[in-house]
């Protein structure tokens, strides 16, 4: 009964992309053996791993519980699939303690999940929330979002470049997505029956970026987003309003000489500028690489600056792995009128970060531009209203695919 308790006391509904909520916790990363390293898993082999840092004396025994949410992120009210028994660590996680000579933090912690007792396996597809949970399972120190996919639908996943009428260039540059499909027979799928009209919804996401899908729904009367088939066994949901962005910036933060430690870190090569007409060069998704295994796997101060001779952009926010790719207050930028920059510091592990620039609360192209060009992954997932045991959302199909760029409009 306690931990049913908690449940309802703790887990908020539209719960955000990775979060931390104490400042005993730190380093908050999500990453999957996929594309981008998005946090996939699935019902059988492939797992997700969660990593942080703590700076305490003693390693705290920490906990994990995960959740499973539906469609729009609400936590499922359902103890069929949320069984509290079968959801948590049945131990404290364990930890490995930090190099010698790391002064910010004591004890990393990296959970593989499934792959421990508690949560040794996923029985429903769907998404989902982990928190981690002090000692006494009476505070949530941070939580995230996550996937686990079925594979029942074979997907096919196109992407094309469109140019939006009465738009101005760059803006107009936007990609197509096309995920098509044909639901299988019962003999085809050891028996089961998919109904069409429960498959209603497909969420696309670009890179890591895993607040702001977008989305296809039946029931929506966007003018971007249609389904062609809808009742029928053969479906295709189009969206064709995605606009590519641009490439990543670059941030390393490994080289210890470059950037020494005990002072306030600043680019090697000057402020940032707008990329806004500039071309997009190569990037790794949004992904990161920490450093490790030395005294120099440290937490550094950095302050990244953004030229600009006023304050024409209101709230800009710097983004990337090192805050979930999410604009948050703690990453808002000050203008100084003195200097001509916009700044923001922060704590950041060493290591190599891609980021950007988001103008808020979420417009990502009028600082960095928006190029057909620039390579993406776009990530699919198509769900499915069950109904049996009181009604959950499955992930029934998942795909991603590379764009290949162009300079131009696709003919469809």
């Given at each position: ?89 049945k131990a404290p996680l364990r930890y490995t303690p930090a190099s010698d000579g790391v002064r ?23 998404n989902y929330v982990f928190e981690i949970l002090d000692e006494r399972w009476s505070e949530v ?184 790719w999410r604009p948050s207050k703690q990453w808002v930028m000050t203008y100084d009128e003195n ?74």
């Amino acid at each position: 009964m306690k931990f049913a308790l908690l449940v309802s006391l703790f887990v908020a509904q539209f719960a955000p992309a990775q979060e931390i909520l104490s400042d005993r916790m730190k380093g908050l990363r999500v990453n999957g053996a996929v594309e981008a390293g998005l946090p996939v898993a699935d019902l059988r082999t492939q797992a997700i791993t969660i990593e942080f840092d703590v700076d305490e004396t003693e390693p705290p025994d920490l906990h994990i519980r995960v959740l499973h949410c539906d469609v729009d992120w609400n936590v499922t009210r359902n103890n069929f699939v949320n069984d509290d028994t079968q959801n948590r660590s049945k131990a404290p996680l364990r930890y490995t303690p930090a190099s010698d000579g790391v002064r910010f933090y004591r004890y990393h912690y990296s959970i593989t999940i499934p792959g421990f007792t508690g949560i040794d396996r996923f029985v429903y597809s769907g998404n989902y929330v982990f928190e981690i949970l002090d000692e006494r399972w009476s505070e949530v120190l941070a939580r995230g979002r996550f996937f686990v996919v079925e594979r029942v639908l074979a997907l096919a996943l196109k992407i094309t470049n469109r140019s939006l009428p009465s738009v101005t260039s760059p803006e107009n540059q936007v990609n197509r997505i096309e995920v098509g499909f044909t639901i299988p027979r019962p003999e085809e799928n050891n028996g089961e029956t998919y109904f069409p009209l429960l498959l209603k919804v497909v969420d696309v996401y670009r890179n890591r970026q895993l607040y702001d899908p977008w989305r296809i729904d039946t029931d929506d009367q966007k003018p971007n987003t249609y389904v062609d088939g809808f009742g029928t066994s053969s479906l295709k949901f189009v969206v064709d309003n995605v606009t590519p962005g641009n490439t990543y910036r670059t941030l390393d933060l490994r080289n210890e000489t470059e950037f020494p430690e005990d002072r306030l870190l600043r680019a090697g090569k000057g402020a940032d500028i707008s990329r806004y007409q500039m071309p997009p060069g190569t990037d790794r998704h949004g992904t990161s690489v920490l450093s490790v295994g030395s005294r120099y796997a440290d937490y550094v101060p950095f302050r990244f600056e953004l030229v600009s001779e006023m304050p024409q952009y209101g709230d800009v926010y710097v983004v990337g792995d090192f805050n979930a790719w999410r604009p948050s207050k703690q990453w808002v930028m000050t203008y100084d009128e003195n200097s001509q920059r916009y700044f923001c510091d922060g704590s950041i592990r060493r290591g190599q970060y891609e980021y950007q620039y988001v103008v808020g609360p979420n417009d990502w192209i009028a600082l960095e531009g928006n190029d057909w060009r620039t390579s993406n992954v776009y990530s699919a997932f198509v769900y499915y209203h069950e109904t049996r045991l009181g009604g959950y959302d499955r992930i029934l199909g998942f795909l991603q695919r590379v764009s290949a760029g162009g300079r131009e409009a696709t003919s469809q």
